[in-house]
């Protein structure tokens, strides 16, 4: 079992950073943090592996945004900057402990936050 408990949203203005924070409770192969505006589908905004770094991102936000992983403290990052309105959305963190199967979807992943409210004001 995973336990994950996300922090670090809030509301800022159209070219303001922030910086989300995800603290897992155990061992994760792969994390992702996506994003869901009330009546639309959940999507993936950037995801990493734990161990070797290696991160993809959605195209909206690439050059925007950095996800990151603090081994030491179990803990992903994502920092946000450049926000757009469009970046509108339910924030939640999401983990992976199976090292088969790949880590592409919702469905790959088991685990997840309760999300963070994200407001980006034009």
């Known amino acids: 079992q995973v336990q994950l408990v996300e922090s670090g949203g809030g509301s800022v203005q159209a070219g303001g950073s922030l910086r ?52 030491a403290k ?18 939640y963190c999401a983990a992976r402990s199976i090292s088969w199967g790949g880590c592409v979807g919702l469905d790959a992943y088991s685990y997840w936050g309760q999300g963070t409210q994200v407001t980006v004001s034009s």
């Open 74 to 91: 179990n803990t992903l990052i994502l920092q946000m900057n450049n926000l757009k309105p469009e970046d509108t959305a339910m924030y």
């Open 20 to 71: 989300l924070s995800c603290s897992a409770s155990g061992y994760t192969y792969c994390m992702g943090w996506f994003r869901q505006v009330s009546g639309k589908p959940r999507e993936v905004v950037a995801r990493i592996l734990t161990a070797s770094g290696n991160a993809y991102y959605a195209d909206s936000v690439k050059g925007r945004f950095t996800i990151s992983r603090d081994n």
